[in-house]
């Protein structure tokens, strides 16, 4: 069985731009969460769909969204990038959200 | 909201040893899980907890779920050069559905000397 798959790997993008991040989850897996990971705040909880719906967000500005689509593959967007969404964006994939949670190799963004 | 605590940051030993890491909050959690996470990749599920009382190894891993649901713990045994890395642990709550998420605890950095 195919892992967690997230693309691009690595992104380099200027301030001001906006960046769309891909994940395909585990084939049969529903539940879609995305973190933010960085070396002082470590793993963030950004969002998580379920079923093409958002369930559960966390306390990220508006400027972080994401979507799933029926096949539950998700993308996230991020518009006026800033300096500060240098991170490694994690996606995890699960049954249900709240139990054994499966993660991608990350995309690596560097804004500059 | 809901937090994990993992402390020290940082921990250093000698190959062969054996480690001990544990994960605290102040609310119960119904799951636990540990994860290690290599430089520049996703972190990995080592091993999963349902039960209070639960011990579950994976090869030289064992892991247990506090009595009280509010810990739990990760042991290494006979540690090897590849052990080294950031070790999470994580909750989920009790309710399910639209409450139903995972927290992160900060990780401990595992290093360990040839």
Same mark, same amino acid.
């Given at each position: 069985?195919?892992?967690?798959?997230?693309?691009?790997?690595?992104?380099?993008?200027?301030?001001?731009?906006?960046?769309?991040?891909?994940?395909?989850?585990?084939? /049969?897996?529903?539940?879609?969460?995305?973190?933010?990971?960085?070396?002082?705040?470590?793993?963030?909880?950004?969002?998580?769909?379920?079923?093409?719906?958002?369930?559960?967000?966390? *306390?990220?500005? /508006?400027?972080?969204?994401?979507?799933?689509?029926? *096949?539950?593959?998700?993308?996230? *967007?991020?518009?006026?990038?800033?300096?500060?969404?240098?991170?490694?964006?994690?996606?995890?994939?699960? *049954?249900?959200?709240?139990?054994?949670?499966?993660?991608?190799?990350?995309?690596?963004?560097?804004?500059? | 909201?809901?937090?994990?605590?993992?402390?020290?940051?940082?921990?250093?030993?000698?190959?062969?040893?054996?480690?001990?890491?544990?994960?605290?909050?102040?609310?119960?959690?119904?799951?636990?899980?540990?994860?290690?996470?290599?430089?520049?990749?996703?972190?990995?599920?080592?091993?999963?907890?349902?039960?209070?009382?639960?011990?579950?190894?994976?090869?030289?891993?064992?892991?247990?779920?506090?009595?009280?649901?509010?810990?739990?713990?990760?042991?290494?045994?006979?540690?090897?050069?590849?052990?080294?890395?950031?070790?999470?642990?994580?909750?989920?709550?009790?309710?399910?559905?639209?409450?139903?998420?995972?927290?992160?605890?900060?990780?401990?950095?595992?290093?360990?000397?040839?």
């Amino acid at each position: 069985k195919a892992g967690v798959t997230q693309t691009p790997r690595y992104l380099i993008k200027t301030r001001g731009q906006q960046v769309t991040l891909s994940c395909s989850p585990i084939s /049969g897996h529903r539940s879609v969460s995305w973190y933010q990971q960085t070396p002082g705040q470590g793993l963030q909880f950004l969002f998580e769909y379920f079923s093409e719906t958002q369930r559960n967000k966390g *306390n990220f500005p /508006g400027r972080f969204s994401g979507r799933q689509f029926s *096949n539950s593959r998700s993308e996230m *967007n991020v518009s006026t990038l800033e300096l500060g969404d240098s991170a490694l964006y994690l996606c995890a994939s699960s *049954n249900q959200g709240d139990t054994e949670a499966f993660f991608g190799q990350g995309t690596r963004l560097t804004v500059v | 909201g809901q937090q994990l605590n993992q402390s020290p940051q940082s921990m250093f030993i000698q190959e062969g040893e054996d480690v001990s890491m544990n994960c605290t909050s102040s609310s119960i959690f119904n799951t636990w899980l540990w994860y290690k996470q290599d430089p520049g990749e996703g972190p990995v599920l080592l091993i999963a907890l349902y039960k209070a009382g639960e011990l579950t190894s994976n090869g030289r891993l064992t892991a247990q779920f506090g009595i009280t649901r509010k810990d739990s713990f990760l042991n290494i045994s006979a540690s090897i050069p590849s052990d080294v890395g950031i070790y999470f642990c994580a909750g989920s709550y009790p309710d399910t559905g639209a409450n139903s998420k995972l927290t992160f605890g900060k990780g401990i950095t595992l290093s360990v000397r040839p």
